[in-house]
């Protein structure tokens, strides 16, 4: 697609010739890599080269070429000693079976985490890139201030579009207005199916640079034409060709489609937008979008711009700030500032506090990029603590190798290439993992990701990555046991060695042991604060009754104009024993109005109020609870101007007699009939909106159903779908559970939690695996000491607690270091929500007293082994 | 000594350097064994069998000039020296003999 610049072999692998390539070769072999390239690509064309190049460039990579003295005699052996050097790595793995298992099952499943952590990483930083423009898109929102407040919304009205066309024109290079991504009903002949698509202006294919696989991106100038998704296109029409064909939606108009474009991919904003609709037919067919035209306050709509490419967003924000205050005289007192949003930050920095940008969702990316490297760094420092810990049993391995006459580089090589072995292992192993997690991974955090098997650069940097951590981990053993000198390891001097490498070598053991349980018990810690804190919230009352609640969504004309008759039906079939329109679904208020005024109002307050239109039997089928007054009832006529408000509209109206007061609204009195419990809108975590219900069938948008609760859900569902399809012939019938709308609610949470639980179990089974290790170690280190502890009388007891309680102390100090920091940062994190709870000290005594016992279990089995262990046998061979 | 060791892939080099006298270098040898055997030839590998013969004093090089086509990098020309020579003539000879004493029972 993209257009081929030039003939250029691969530049990073000129790069990695550079960086190896000795001075004096560097000109022959550059040369001649030059000279192959241009003259495979005449002959096999570009691909083949730049592979053949790549491969060259790595058949360079030979000991003999990389002398850097031009007259040395190159060592024929080389590759022979690294035959032998990885023999011998082969052995040493096949011998100590224990730690080689430890080792590599410990670094793989560091090595899935961060693999797994940086795909998901990488996806999000990677979000909308889909988009050509993507540098140069933003959407315009604005910040405005109520009771001294700024609040920052997204919504714009819907004049601002055309005074940015006409004051502005030059800084931009496209337009559009679109409307929210909604669901809509399409259907084609008999097919009939629920997707989501905007109406967009036409200037929106171009922006969002659509690929058009059939047809043309024109047809949004027309207003009754229509582009698809690939796969919609797909759904309504099979294999037919569908350009010129005919589809009707929402059972209202009907379109011709005149385009189909390449499905959205899954890590866009628009990736729901599966079909697009002209926006002079949304204006035309819809009286409130068309009295908005003209209309300041209205801020219900989305606009989008792309910026011309001699301007930055910041200078165009500059010029269009005061774009509303101007037009609209009675706005200015909200102080509304227009501002544009680059599509580049929409995606991790999309939060406002008070006019400012906070950190957004791009903390989730650094919190879990941290936990990520902390997992990984577990798993290399047990690496690390194996591989010191034994390092000093081969002492005299190194000891006679050197007497027989090894160089210390060759030491060194073989050091190493048995560590870059174990990585190799461990990398190949996590990749599996990975491979088998992907599913399930992406199935807790809402993505698509696959792992990209194909792109030789992340092969690149994997195969870097496990040869830094090899290399890293084999360096202690690589460098310090190559130093030693043979006269004073073979001459037995046991002690002396112990105390060339013991003494400070198990200091830094133990500071790693220390590191390590601190950061699992700071996960742990933070995963039961996460999953407390859910829980918390599915506690809190919830004001209605969920369960047995189904509501419909009333899309379509047809349900619009339902009548007693479908009602009569619907209770006929035995299935449904209430239902109730409302203009909101159960657990949300989607409108506010702010022109309320009752007695006792303070002038300068705002009176924004949550609305909701409601039935007469709405309070009967949600079962909501009256705590004050009484619900509406068709035996009051006159409960047409009749208000039931909620316990937090009571508490912000400041009402101490809420029952019997006349609020203002509309120029008319409504008088306050009833107080109910709060019902939780929005999210659980938040306080509950003050909202008012009114009698308003006209502005019912859903409908409610309280099923029996003696039937099935199943049952209920197949006999209620016949009488949606008397009186709605034109859409599927679509449904959805309160209950599970309501958990919704919680699934960034519950995502936060399950991959937060995930990892603190991670990091505790790597933790406990070096733990094991290292204890097996000291256990086999101290076998002579324990014989003779035991000849002389000692009780397997008090062999057990001598070997633990080191172990204990250094999960103690790591207790100790971690509490506080677990605090700080979950303190912080639950200052985001106002429903939440304290974090309490049995969630620290919890972990530290499970810390001990697993740190106990773990350590145990070597103890009790090496206590056991007949004496005899240890002390025999001296 | 009894003659000194050739392998298989530094005899190709060898006579690859000896077709392209006095224009054989790294990249020439490399489309020499291409062209003429038909199999993929890694650079690194004969830059490392031309090195080899260097040192066991076959062949024997010098600078030579610079091309446009690389990238105006110069290169190191090689050439076949008398004990090069002698070294294939004996392969040759070595193999001849051995032809000859195959039985033509051998190729039933």
């Given at each position: 697609m993209s257009m081929p610049k030039q003939n250029i072999p691969p530049r990073w692998a000129t790069w990695l010739l550079q960086c190896f390539c000795p001075a004096h070769r560097a000109n022959e072999m550059e040369g001649d890599l030059t000279e192959l390239f241009e003259m495979r690509v005449k002959l096999s064309g570009l691909r083949q080269a730049r592979w053949r190049y790549v491969q060259d460039v790595f058949s360079l990579l030979r000991p003999s070429l990389l002398k850097?003295?031009?007259d040395a005699y190159p060592n024929p052996s080389h590759t022979d000693m690294l035959r032998t050097y990885i023999t011998i790595a082969f052995r040493n793995l096949a011998k100590n079976r224990t730690y080689s298992a430890i080792n590599i099952v410990g670094l793989s499943v560091g090595m899935t985490t961060a693999i797994l952590i940086g795909l998901w990483m990488w996806d999000e930083l990677s979000?909308?890139?889909?988009?050509?423009?993507y540098d140069r898109i933003a959407r315009v929102m604005q910040h405005q201030s109520y009771n001294g407040t700024t609040s920052t919304t997204l919504a714009t009205p819907l004049p601002m579009r055309a005074a940015l066309q006409s004051?502005?024109?030059?800084?931009?290079t496209h337009i559009a207005s679109s409307s929210w991504t909604e669901d809509h009903i399409l259907s084609a002949g008999e097919k009939k199916i629920s997707r989501k698509g905007n109406c967009v202006e036409p200037d929106f294919p171009s922006m969002m640079s659509l690929r058009i696989i059939?047809?043309?991106?024109?047809?949004?100038?027309?207003?009754?034409s229509a582009l698809l998704s690939a796969s919609v296109a797909e759904a309504l029409f099979?294999?037919?060709?569908?350009?010129n064909k005919t589809i009707r939606v929402d059972s209202k108009d009907y379109f011709k489609v005149t385009g189909i474009y390449e499905d959205l991919p899954?890590?866009?904003?628009?990736?729901?937008?599966t079909f697009l609709l002209p926006w002079k037919y949304f204006l035309a067919e819809t009286p409130w979008v068309k009295r908005s035209e003209?209309?300041?306050?209205?801020?219900?709509f989305l606009l989008l711009v792309q910026i011309a490419p001699n301007t930055t967003f910041e200078k165009v924000s500059a010029k269009i700030e005061k774009i509303k205050a101007r037009h609209a005289k009675e706005e200015a007192r909200f102080d509304p500032k227009a501002f544009l949003h680059p599509m580049s930050r929409w995606h991790l920095h999309s939060e406002w506090e008070n006019g400012a940008a906070v950190r957004g969702r791009i903390q989730f990316v650094w919190l879990f990029g941290i936990i990520g490297g902390f997992v990984l760094l577990l798993a290399c420092i047990n690496f690390m603590n194996l591989s010191t810990a034994r390092s000093q049993k081969r002492a005299k391995e190194v000891g006679v190798r050197k007497a027989v006459g090894s160089r210390r580089s060759q030491l060194i090589a073989q050091f190493l290439s048995e560590s870059i072995m174990v990585a190799m292992f461990a990398f190949v192993l996590g990749l599996l993992m990975v491979q088998v997690l992907l599913p399930w991974f992406n199935h807790i955090a809402d993505k698509q990701i696959t792992f990209p098997w194909g792109d030789h650069q992340s092969w690149l940097i994997g195969l870097g990555f496990t040869f830094v951590t090899g290399i890293l981990a084999g360096s202690y053993p690589a460098l310090y046991l190559s130093g030693f000198r043979p006269v004073k390891v073979l001459t037995g001097a046991g002690a002396s060695l112990r105390m060339q490498a013991g003494r400070f070598a198990a200091l830094s053991r133990q500071t790693l042991v220390i590191v390590q349980f601190t950061v699992s018990i700071t996960l742990v810690i933070g995963t039961l604060v996460v999953l407390g804190q859910i829980r918390h919230a599915k506690n809190r009352?919830?004001?209605?009754?969920?369960?047995g609640l189904l509501s419909v969504d009333m899309n379509t004309p047809d349900l619009l104009a339902t009548s007693r008759a479908f009602r009569h039906d619907l209770l006929q079939t035995g299935a449904a024993i209430n239902l109730a329109k409302s203009?909101?679904?159960?657990?949300?208020?989607?409108s506010s109005d702010a022109s309320f005024s009752w007695p006792g109002?303070?002038?300068?307050?705002?009176?924004?109020l949550g609305t909701v239109g409601i039935t007469h039997e709405y309070g009967r089928t949600v079962n909501w609870q009256i705590r004050e007054g009484r619900d509406f009832s068709?035996?009051?006529?006159t409960d047409s101007l009749a208000m039931v408000i909620n316990e937090s509209a009571a508490r912000f109206m400041g009402l101490?007699?809420?029952?019997g007061t006349r609020v203002q609204w509309n120029g008319a009195a409504y008088t306050i009939i009833g107080v109910v419990h709060d019902i939780i809108t929005?999210?659980?975590f938040m306080p509950v909106q003050p909202a008012v219900f009114m009698l308003?069938?006209?502005?019912?948008?859903f409908i409610h159903i309280r099923l029996n609760?003696?039937?099935t859900a199943a049952d209920a569902i197949s006999k209620l779908e016949p009488v949606f399809k008397k009186y709605n012939?034109?859409?599927?019938f679509e449904y959805k559970f309160a209950s599970e709308e309501y958990d919704r609610k919680f699934r960034t949470e519950e995502r936060i939690g399950q991959l937060a639980t995930t990892f603190a179990s991670l990091a505790i089974f790597i933790s406990c695996l070096g733990l094991f290790g290292l204890a097996s170690f000291f256990a086999e280190q101290r076998r002579k000491e324990i014989g003779i502890r035991k000849v002389l009388g000692a009780s397997v007891a008090s062999l057990w607690k001598m070997l633990s309680k080191d172990f204990l102390i250094l999960v103690t100090i790591a207790c100790l270091v971690a509490m506080p920091i677990a605090y700080y940062v979950m303190h912080d994190w639950l200052q985001?929500?106002?429903?939440r709870i304290t974090i309490s000290w049995w969630i620290f005594a919890v972990t530290i007293f499970g810390a001990m016992v697993i740190t106990l279990i773990t350590v145990s089995f070597q103890a009790v082994k090496a206590a056991l262990l007949n004496p005899v046998k240890s002390l025999q061979n001296e | 000594m009894k003659g000194t060791y050739l392998g298989e892939f530094e005899e190709v080099v060898l006579l690859a350097v000896a077709i392209r006298?006095?224009?054989?270098y790294g990249a020439a040898v490399v489309h020499e064994i291409e062209q003429q055997l038909g199999r993929t030839v890694n650079l690194g590998a004969v830059h490392t069998a031309l090195y080899r013969l260097e040192e066991k004093g076959l062949v024997k090089s010098e600078m030579g000039g610079a091309t446009p086509?690389?990238?105006?990098r110069s290169k190191r020309l090689y050439v076949v020296t008398a004990a090069g020579r002698r070294a294939l003539e004996e392969i040759r000879q070595l193999r001849n003999q051995m032809w000859e004493t195959i039985p033509k029972i051998a190729w039933s």
């Open positions: 850097s003295k031009p979000y909308n890139q889909y988009h050509h423009h004051e502005h024109a030059g800084e931009f059939k047809g043309t991106a024109t047809g949004l100038d027309n207003p009754s099979g294999g037919e060709d569908p350009i899954y890590n866009t904003e628009f990736r729901d937008v003209t209309n300041w306050s209205n801020n219900s009352p919830v004001g209605f009754d969920r369960s203009s909101s679904p159960a657990a949300e208020v989607w109002k303070d002038p300068a307050q705002l009176g924004d068709p035996d009051f006529p101490k007699e809420a029952v929005g999210s659980p308003r069938e006209d502005w019912a948008s609760p003696a039937l012939p034109g859409s599927p985001h929500y106002t429903y | 006298t006095g224009d054989a086509e690389r990238g105006g």
